[in-house]
């Protein structure tokens, strides 16, 4: 059951999450850019996209891009912030610091690390398929671009959202025999006895 | 496992699999260019309206033009992800995934939708407000603070809707049966 108590826990968790995110969100930035550039580059031949992160952006390079050139800046904070959502769902539970619970949490945390690789590749070919203008076309079909930007769009929408959900759903939230909360216990000298 | 922990499991599984097909259903409605003419873009102009007249009864002196809302030295557009609508959605799909009764789903979508386009209007009232006077704040408090906290409020309304629900599926199923009994 969802109480008080629960939605206070989860306030202190948001409240938590808040610093702790925007203290780290520059390493894990290079962690998922790393992460999406090897996964581009397994399906490029040459491997020519290059992401290198910095001040709230992963600028997009390429090494066949005309030197000079603007490089496209992919805002961090909008795949990643989501991360909050996870650590504030978490804290629900009535025991949050527990062993099992916390082992949980990394679970779904390193599952939230993996959905945000993929999404930040799915941004990278949305600005490959809708943005290069010829380029674009020349080496784009409909299909593709649908694909890529439609991908990218859903997770935009509703994706960055439902992805903390589900991952707390599935690792974090006990059996619906557990409720959120204990109820208080009454009259346990009687129980014991 | 127990038989009560492998049907409570598969009802887990079962409803995260509703959850998704209808988000995708969902998503695949309001970003289909008819509906979003037609519905998501008078929706979030009638949104910048009503914040657009609650600001100039603050005293901000608010001018809104279509789905923007402006004033002489700040604006701001409100684009898809800030209408509130992807939260409705993802409560909507959770709702209707969730095993209880029609008419408590449509009780629990209308409450919940009006709850959440709510504090979607306080959201951006407060968001231009901070762009017009704490700019070096605002980027922050549009990405992560206020985002968060409006799918947060959808997440623990729908929480809060189904730990109130008798599931279908649990009072038909044998492990329902035997907690009655």
Wanted: aromatic residues 12%.
């Amino acid at each position: 059951m969802l109480n008080g108590r629960a939605a206070l826990r989860g306030l202190v968790g948001f409240l938590l999450a808040l610093p702790f995110w925007f203290g780290f969100s520059r390493p894990y930035e290079s962690a998922i850019a790393a992460g999406a550039q090897a996964a581009i580059n397994l399906f490029e031949s040459p491997d020519v996209t290059r992401l290198q992160p910095g001040n709230g952006e992963i600028l997009l390079d390429r090494r066949d891009f005309p030197p000079g050139s603007a490089r496209p800046g992919l805002p961090g904070p909008d795949i990643h912030f989501n991360f909050v959502l996870l650590v504030t769902l978490f804290a629900l539970d009535h025991k949050p610091l527990r062993g099992g619970h916390v082992a949980r949490f990394l679970a779904a945390a390193a599952a939230l690390f993996f959905v945000h690789v993929v999404a930040l590749v799915f941004q990278v070919h949305s600005v490959y398929v809708t943005s290069l203008g010829a380029w674009s076309k020349a080496n784009y079909g409909p299909i593709a671009r649908n694909f890529w930007a439609a991908g990218f769009h859903f997770y935009q929408i509703a994706g960055r959202f439902a992805a903390p959900f589900v991952l707390w759903w599935l690792f974090g939230r006990r059996e619906e025999e557990e409720p959120l909360e204990r109820p208080l216990r009454v009259g346990k000298r009687k129980r014991r006895g | 496992m127990s038989e009560v922990r492998v049907s409570a499991r598969r009802r887990s599984v079962g409803f995260l699999l509703r959850f998704v097909a209808l988000l995708l259903v969902f998503y695949l409605i309001v970003a289909s260019h008819p509906v979003n003419d037609a519905v998501i873009v008078p929706f979030t102009a009638a949104i910048a309206s009503v914040s657009g007249r609650l600001l100039n009864a603050f005293g901000e002196k608010a001018e809104v033009v279509g789905t923007e809302i402006r004033s002489s030295s700040f604006g701001v557009n409100i684009e898809n992800g800030c209408n509130g609508v992807e939260t409705a959605l993802l409560f909507g799909a959770a709702v209707l995934a969730f095993p209880a009764g029609w008419k408590r789903r449509l009780l629990g979508l209308a409450a919940g939708f009006v709850a959440i386009q709510v504090l979607n209007l306080l959201r951006v009232i407060t968001l231009f407000w901070i762009g017009l006077h704490r700019p070096a704040l605002f980027n922050s408090s549009h990405t992560v603070i206020w985002q968060s906290v409006v799918v947060l409020f959808g997440v623990l309304l729908f929480l809060l809707w189904a730990s109130r629900q008798k599931p279908l599926s649990a009072e038909r199923s044998p492990a329902g049966r035997s907690r009655k009994g």
